[in-house]
């Protein structure tokens, strides 16, 4: 099980207040919740299994949380919490700071240490995701990790943009994944986060070098999404970005098994499949969303369609619906 679903909505409106509560208060980091939105209150949580990381995909009327020493002392899974905002806005404090997190922005904060989030503004649902690590998973000297609890962390430039994508992307495509997807993709999060926290605390020197290449890929294959309608992209092209050699570009595919030409030619077949099982495209030709998304000649990409797919771009539309593969 890579996915487990808890929703409000499956109870009498009466019950649903009470029941989130008593769910967080028994949880394996346990809180106390109070909300002035008792007879409306709505909460929804969708967790993902990650190998030993996890992450809840989360949506509630506004409510305040807070995690007291005592609550500490009856249980702690003594782990990292990354929480990006999506919706609404709340305050987070730890640590004697506290941060405003609006859409777009993170946080950092530790299970083992108190802590409150409450809501701001006037929102009727705040939603989030959540990242929860253990903490030895986090691979960066403990006293560096302190300096960053409860300080804000920007989900909109550079490595924290690149997680942000990654988790939003992650919620939106986790039920095309297998169990031993999430377990890879589960290191993939964790380096990306190592990477933010580094950045932040200039620990860089500390990071390990697979983690660094981890992030670094993470990056390439976000530029690459980013410019798969470019049909000028190269390896050249992405190596130049990204302030590498184009022989360090090739090795770093090499040892995951696969080619850059490969990468960007799978990801672009993709957008174009996904394009020819949109209704509202029904009507564009073929040819213009093989260009859409990178293919300079139209039997070019027929033939790599074909290859890919075991059947034709024409017939796959025809089908009105995807087809798993």
Same mark, same amino acid.
């Given at each position: 099980m890579i996915e487990t679903v808890l929703d409000s909505e499956e109870l009498p409106a009466a019950h649903r207040y009470e029941w989130w509560r008593e769910l967080l208060s028994q949880s394996s980091q346990p809180t106390v919740v109070t909300s002035v939105?008792?007879? &409306?209150?709505?909460? *929804?949580? *969708?967790q993902l299994s990650l190998g030993p990381? *996890?992450?809840?995909?989360?949506? $509630?009327? /506004?409510m305040r949380v807070q995690r007291t020493k005592a609550l500490i002392a009856?249980?702690? /899974?003594?782990a $990292?919490?990354? &929480?990006?905002? &999506? *919706?609404?806005?709340?305050m987070f404090s730890q640590s004697g700071r506290e941060v405003v997190l609006h859409a777009g922005g993170m946080v950092l904060n530790d299970s083992s240490r108190p802590f409150e989030s409450r809501p701001v503004g006037e929102a009727e649902s705040i939603e989030g995701i959540r990242v929860d690590i253990p903490r030895p998973m986090l691979s960066l000297p403990v006293a560096k990790v302190e300096?960053?609890?409860?300080a804000p962390l920007s989900g909109d430039v550079g490595v924290g943009a690149l997680l942000a994508r990654f988790l939003i992307d992650l919620a939106a495509e986790s039920g095309s994944c297998r169990p031993k997807d999430m377990a890879r993709l589960g290191v993939v999060m964790t380096d990306l986060i190592t990477v933010l926290v580094a950045h932040h605390v200039d620990a860089a020197e500390a990071v390990a070098p697979e983690s660094r290449g981890q992030a670094l890929m993470a990056a390439i294959l976000g530029f690459i999404d980013d410019h798969l309608g470019d049909a000028d992209l190269s390896p050249a092209v992405i190596a130049a970005a990204h302030h590498i050699s184009v022989r360090t570009l090739h090795l770093l595919f090499e040892r995951q098994g696969r080619t850059v030409a490969k990468v960007i030619r799978h990801r672009r077949l993709e957008r174009c499949r996904r394009d020819l099982?949109? /209704?509202l495209l029904a009507q564009r030709p073929i040819h213009a969303i093989a260009a859409r998304w990178g293919f300079r000649h139209p039997q070019a990409f027929s033939r790599a369609f074909r290859t890919a797919y075991g059947i034709?771009?024409?017939?796959y539309r025809r089908q009105g619906t995807p087809r798993a593969v």
């Open positions: 939105h008792v007879d &409306t209150f709505k909460a *929804r949580s *969708r990381a *996890r992450v809840s995909v989360l949506s $509630y009327s /506004p009856r249980a702690d /899974p003594e $990292y919490h990354l &929480t990006l905002a &999506t *919706r609404g806005s709340r300096q960053l609890l409860g099982a949109e /209704p034709s771009a024409r017939d």
